[in-house]
């Protein structure tokens, strides 16, 4: 591997090197039907890739106490790592998040904390809690720390496939899309990096269409993790730099990808299956990847997205 030549590309490998004993080292599998090979992070601790950002930025900021803003699995992740640590967590949700994710948080021993309005409202709440407590804010997506975490996804693809040609990845405000995109470039390997994102939701498409951050309206999908209302600050201008296509889906197509994931026993809540979806659109290729990005999904809401008369049992 080549030697970093910046300090967040260092940052990207001790993140690396600090988490990989604590979090799981998550297969790759391959669809059948299409060749595509699946990152599936819906089996890393917690459900989700989230676990990686959060453990990185709780372990490197040492014990105390945090606020984050999340639509659940970077507050599901927070929370199982404050507990790790003994660090104080609080989940700042909007009201139309999942009560079940909010559930999770709270048995994991976090305090969760919901308002009103879109993902910009929650950003205030936050601000606002950080102000008056002294919690250090800690973004789900625009904290290098985190960043750094999530750039370890990209480095497991590329040591577990040596083929990789293209990888594809969910983009909401753009933490795990700029952090493997990172781990790309750290690897001076010759890897495509796709987004995939919601066609209702595209802040990041009209963004890079328009050179600046673009902001949109609270966006309404069925992919609820990636419904930011505009690119972070961070990690906006490593994905202009650093990414090389955006494809928006439809929301039938999430459907349609998370029920095909589900036929081959894979839990996945719709944003886990975006990526999924963008690249069943693409010309077929050898070596696609797609990160499956989590499964935290409520069992009967499973059932009734896909069709399955099952729950698939997680690992």
Known sequence: MPAPRTPFARQCLAARDRIGPLIRRTPILTDPDTGIHLKCENEQVTGSFKARGALNALTALGPGAVV???????GIATAWAASRLGADATVVMTEATSAYKRNRIRRLGARVITCAGGN???????????????????????????????ASVGFEILE?????????????GG??????????EVAGR???????????????????????????????????????????????????????EVVEVGEDEVLAAMQ?????????????ALAFAAARTLPAAAGTVAVVSGGNVEPAEFRRLTGASRYPARP
């Open 68 to 74: 984050v803003g999340s639509s659940g699995n970077h």
């Open 175 to 184: 933490g795990l899309l700029a952090g493997v995109a990172a781990a790309v």
């Open 260 to 272: 095909e994931l589900a036929v081959l026993g894979l839990t996945v809540e719709p944003t886990g």
């Open 160 to 172: 577990q496939l040596a083929g990789a040609t293209t990888i594809v990845v969910p983009v909401g």
């Open 190 to 244: 010759r890897v495509r990096v796709v987004a995939a994102e919601p066609r209702a939701a595209n802040d990041t498409a009209l963004s890079l269409a328009a050179g600046r951050r673009i902001e949109i309206d609270p966006p309404v999908s069925v992919c609820d993790g990636v419904l930011a209302q505009t690119p972070g600050a961070f990690t906006f201008p490593l994905i202009r730099r650093l990414v090389d």
């Open 120 to 150: 910009n409202a929650r950003g205030d709440r936050v601000a606002e809690i950080a102000a008056a407590t002294g919690a250090v804010p800690v973004s789900s997506y625009d904290h290098p720390l985190v960043v750094a975490g999530q």
